[in-house]
T-cell receptor, first 112, second 113 residues
Framework: DQQVKQNSPSLSVQEGRISILNCDYT??????FLWYKKYPAEGPTFLIS?????DKNEDGRFTVFLNKSAKHLSLHIVPSQPGDSAVYFC???????????FGTGTRLQVFP | EAGVAQSPRYKIIEKRQSVAFWCNPI?????LYWYQQILGQGPKLLIQ????????DSQLPKDRFSAERLKGVDSTLKIQPAKLEDSAVYLC???????????FGSGTQLSVL
């Protein structure tokens, strides 16, 4: 049972354009959402998070949007840079268990 | 600030052998996690410690996997005996508290032949 889904395994975007990564979840108990970025041979690093009481959180070039009714969140990167090329994981936390559930990841490639 | 340290980085063993991984979390982080990441999948939680007590080990295959966190600091994860399907990256992470953001180590890549 995949509670957090990232349906696009890969995304290719030109440098300077917007990258939009999507994530869907099924568990209505999730109340805290995070995005992690992973380079090859490294562990995931925290990028940005959002609480269920908000619908948007912005940090520099990164913005996360949350649509609770649709159980959907997205990560926008503007402008995209070649250094953003990595695998991005969406994760969600259940306030009952505090367990962090990860999606399968989306590989972003930003080309010049 | 030192990050989460893990060793070894790589390990190759034959099936039915045993293997152990070590993790040293960020100083002061009470919560420690072990995740398994199979190629093409997201990290899956194996076990979560709060100080030296187990909070969640519901997805740990207890017939072959064991983990401990002595004195609430370092942790070891052991597999005995290993199976082919245990080939994965084993990630250790720590956090100040839940559900705070997790800080991950670089992982141990295990290949079971």
């Amino acid at each position: 049972d995949q509670q957090v889904k990232q349906n696009s395994p890969s995304l290719s975007v030109q440098e300077g354009r917007i990258s939009i990564l999507n994530c869907d979840y099924t568990n209505s108990m999730f109340d805290y959402f995070l995005w992690y970025k992973k380079y090859p041979a490294e562990g995931p690093t925290f990028l940005i998070s959002i609480s269920s009481i908000k619908d948007k959180n912005e940090d520099g070039r990164f913005t996360v949007f949350l649509n609770k009714s649709a159980k959907h969140l997205s990560l926008h990167i503007v402008p995209s840079q070649p250094g953003d090329s990595a695998v991005y994981f969406c994760a969600a936390s259940d306030y009952n268990t505090d367990k962090l559930i990860f999606g399968t990841g989306t590989r972003l490639q930003v080309f010049p | 600030e030192a990050g989460v340290a893990q060793s070894p980085r790589y390990k190759i063993i034959e099936k039915r052998q045993s293997v152990a991984f070590w993790c040293n979390p960020i100083s002061g982080h009470a919560t420690l996690y072990w995740y398994q990441q199979i190629l093409g999948q997201g990290p899956k939680l194996l076990i979560q410690f709060q100080n030296n007590g187990v909070v969640d080990d519901s997805q740990l295959p207890k017939d072959r996997f064991s983990a401990e966190r002595l004195k609430g600091v370092d942790s070891t994860l052991k597999i005995q005996p290993a199976k082919l399907e245990d080939s994965a990256v084993y990630l250790c992470a720590s956090s100040l508290a839940t559900p705070e953001k997790l800080f991950f180590g670089s992982g141990t890549q295990l290949s079971v032949l």
